[in-house]
């Protein structure tokens, strides 16, 4: 696995790795012409006699994998000593029809989108037990008091349980383009040498659709060579819902600096964070969804501008594509392993949010007071009232409670137990709890359907 920092590759990737390897790739080639040589004798393009002969032998253990290597370093292709040794692996006359009236881009590309499938699926897997870990711990935090911040500085308090509830809002949208992009993405091409069906005509057209059905994919409307946007579109896709786990990741390094000490990754006696410091306990889940995830942004700007080629077919976008799908997945992989493990066990200190959340004396609840005085001054008089009195506490040093009940108008209008109240952070975080237990149920919901289809499917 194309892995940074700390890999995770030895942990349970649930059969990826399995899934790119050579062995692998040689073996989806096989299931594809295999398929292909049925679906054109089910058309009467080929005789069935040889396609039935061509199953058969479209097993890794039936070519010779030595051989091909040899004929490799003889010819200069990647692809035409795999066509030589399956026709040598069949009988005389089947062998004629092995990979009939197609080309090498046909058989590559629909195989690696064939195993990019099964992976998707997988991958679908950890996202379901992601979301299963956030609704967790977005109920059981959902009145868990932490301060909000935007521009880097406390804003107004949220709970820990609103924290996640966002988390698991962009993680569905991200979930719902992996799977509205299925249809777009996984498709069989078939139409030979540029796309036009040259070499099959309409029987071609027909074949390549009873592919598609044979091998559980879609099929391209137009099957052209120089088409790159679905595989474009997937590692975007990809990259998106990293940029999600990369968001959270980025929130537990941060928080969990001892400055902040709101969260932690769990950590286990024996694991060494420096080979000089002996006190360091590192974010090892965090920087390597973080590392991962950077690595694959930059395959998304470098497919864009390899999918521009000119004319009906270039290897140099071809064979690019190729390697930027197997390494976008690599990544992909690596980055859900440690987020599947973050999620499940990441520590949150309440107490700490808390004493955080009461920095600043009930400064961040000054939009509270302003809009319950608001409802007798108005909105714009209500915020110069409370925006003097929040600047004498930050400028001046003063207590803000003091500051407050002090003021002639809001001593008027409330008593110093109602002011009190007004700045307990935890009387001020709006629908934070409700939202937390809303997106706790959608995730819950999202994760059973995952679940459900994915054991309707075989992988």
């Known amino acids: 696995m194309r892995a940074l920092y700390d890999s995770k590759s030895k942990g349970n990737d649930r059969g ?5 390897t050579k062995e692998a790739k040689i073996e989806s080639w096989l299931t594809v012409e295999a398929a ?4 054109q004798a089910e058309e009467n393009f080929i005789p069935r006699s040889a396609a039935d002969n061509i199953i058969e032998n479209a097993k890794l253990n039936r070519i010779d994998l030595e051989e091909m290597e040899r004929i490799k370093a003889r010819v200069g292709h990647g692809f035409v000593p795999f066509v030589k040794v399956l026709v040598k692996a069949c009988d005389e006359e089947s062998g004629k029809f092995v990979h009939y009236g197609v080309t090498t881009q046909n058989i590559q590309q629909t195989a690696q989108l064939y195993t990019t499938y099964k992976i998707h699926k997988i991958f679908q897997s950890y996202l379901a037990d992601i979301l299963k870990h956030l609704a967790q711990l977005a109920g059981e935090h959902a009145d868990t008091v932490m301060p909000g911040r935007t521009h880097g500085r406390h804003a107004i308090p949220i709970t820990y349980g609103y924290k996640v509830s966002v988390w698991i809002s962009e993680l569905l949208n991200g979930i719902q383009r992996m799977e509205e992009c299925e249809k777009r993405v996984f498709q069989v091409m078939a139409g030979g040498a540029v796309g036009a069906f040259n070499a099959t005509g309409e029987t071609g057209y027909r074949v390549q659709k009873r592919l598609a059905e044979k091998l559980g994919m879609y099929w391209m409307p137009v099957p052209s060579r120089n088409i790159s946007s679905h595989k474009e579109e997937y590692i975007m896709n990809l990259a998106l819902l990293c940029n999600i786990f990369h968001k959270m990741a980025e929130e537990v390094y941060y928080t969990g600096l001892e400055e902040f000490g709101e969260v932690s990754e769990a950590f286990q006696k024996g694991t060494i ?5 002996p006190q360091k306990i590192n974010p090892k889940l ?9 690595k694959l942004y ?12 000119m004319f009906e077919g270039d290897s140099s976008s071809y064979m690019l594509h190729d390697g ?3 390494e976008a997945l690599e990544l992909t992989t690596e980055v859900l392993m440690r987020t599947e493990e973050l999620t499940a066990t990441i520590r949150v200190n309440k107490e ?20 319950r005085i608001a409802e007798k001054l108005g909105k714009d008089r209500a915020h110069e009232l409370l925006y003097d009195k929040a600047m004498k506490a930050e400028l001046e040093g003063k207590d803000y409670f003091t500051v407050l009940k002090e003021d002639k108008i809001l001593s008027a209008n409330f008593t110093e137990e109602e002011l009190s109240e007004m700045i307990r952070p935890e009387k001020y975080t709006g629908l934070s709890s409700f939202l937390a237990h809303e997106l706790a149920s959608k ?9 459900e289809r994915r054991g309707h499917e075989i992988v």
């Open 16 to 20: 990826i790795k399995n899934l790119l």
């Open 36 to 39: 292909l040589a049925d679906c």
């Open 273 to 277: 964070g420096s080979s000089t410091m």
């Open 286 to 294: 965090a920087k390597g969804i973080i590392a991962n995830s950077q």
């Open 298 to 309: 930059s395959l998304v700007s470098l497919g864009l501008f390899s999918g521009v080629r």
């Open 324 to 326: 930027m799908m197997e």
């Open 352 to 371: 700490r949010m808390y004493q955080n959340a009461m920095l600043n004396k009930g400064l961040d609840n000054s939009e509270c007071v302003m809009m």
């Open 443 to 451: 995730a819950m919901e999202k994760a059973e359907e995952l679940k």
